[in-house]
């Protein structure tokens, strides 16, 4: 744990010192990653800029100056702001089960005109703040202590619960993992993990018997997706088939067969990757994976060398989240996992999961930034 933050705020750095510190090889990755997503987008639309690599190359660039902004705010700012931003998101989520529009059979999004919005994306985020200010406050006498751990749980369970509902047990899943992080990060002894762990074991008979009949379908194509070749096993079916056949060169950019001709489902969303390895093959694949790589390990860098625990949880949660996005979905496309509908993260095409990605990178550019800033244990210090 972080020693006794003191209690005087310390003056954080000016605008200038503030563009100079921002990792701008972290942003050229980043942006990297997003031109890859572009030129897969392209390809998804036979060669054509509509319907999706246009609006990707919008939404990139308008993005990226909202990741700026955001590394530019006092990090002071945003550690006060945690917990109403939490609530927030939360209130959004309960609004979905009242307003939210249904898409495909299940309800998650807020329907602004100009975006569909999925607060359960916005509330990783929320989140990781959350969980950093609290943790930020703690000593680690404190965080031994069982009853101090109830909170944090709580913010975990309830947007889980929630998103259960909606239902997305893919994002639910990611919220969980992602909040288990952070309390690992937060100085929990790792006994209590174990022991969570075997009592969840023990309740899978009852979480098993509250799934949904397609959540359970997808646990069964996970395990012989050849039983129903032309039903649920057809998407990772075709994956395989598409990836496989990439083989170490790939086909060509535009000659993908199983995407061009539309065997490869949802090409432009969740199997955006099954469509990048058949293209460009194993190289190809490697490259865009050792792309993700560079950034995770940027951005360990920086949770390392910031100096205090609300910066340095921030970082390390948002670093989490994103290679999560990349993992969950790479196993997915490749059947070592059910398939549970999560995008390669500015790779995919999705207005609220390229805004949540790149905000995101806004924090980890803001930790970088405020990295020696002095952050008081209490808001009222400020």
Known sequence: MASRPSLAPASGPGLGEKLLAINWPLVALVTLLGLVGYGLLYS???????????????????MLGLMIALALVDIRRLFALAYPLYALVLLMLVAVEIVGSINKGA??????????????????????????????AAYLDEVRRPLFLLPPVLMILLPVGLVLKQPDLGTAVMLGVVGTAMLFLGGVALWKFLLAGALAGAALPIAWSQLHDYQRQRVYTF?????DPLGSGYHIIQSK?????GGLWGKGYL????????????????????????????????????????????GTGIAVRAESQFTRLLAAGVTCNFALYALVNVAMVTGLIPVVGVPLPLVSYGGTAMLTV??????????????????????VDL
């Open 44 to 62: 998804a639309g036979g060669g054509s800029h509509t319907p999706w690599a246009a609006r990707h190359g919008i939404r990139l660039v308008v």
């Open 241 to 245: 088939i598409a990836i496989g056949s």
């Open 223 to 227: 395990l012989d997706p050849e039983s």
């Open 255 to 298: 000659e993908g067969s199983q995407a061009q001709l539309s065997f490869l489902p949802e090409k432009h969303t969740d199997f955006a990757f099954t469509m990048l390895a058949e293209e460009t093959g194993f190289l190809g694949a490697v490259a865009v994976l050792g792309l993700v790589a560079a950034i995770v390990v940027v």
């Open 358 to 379: 790149m905000l995101g990178f806004g924090l980890l550019l803001n930790a970088q930034v405020n990295r020696e800033t002095t952050i008081p244990r209490f808001p």
């Open 107 to 136: 309800q998650r999004w807020i329907d602004l005109g100009f975006i569909q919005l999925q607060p359960s994306e916005l509330m990783k985020l929320a989140l990781i703040l959350a969980l950093a200010r609290y943790f930020h």
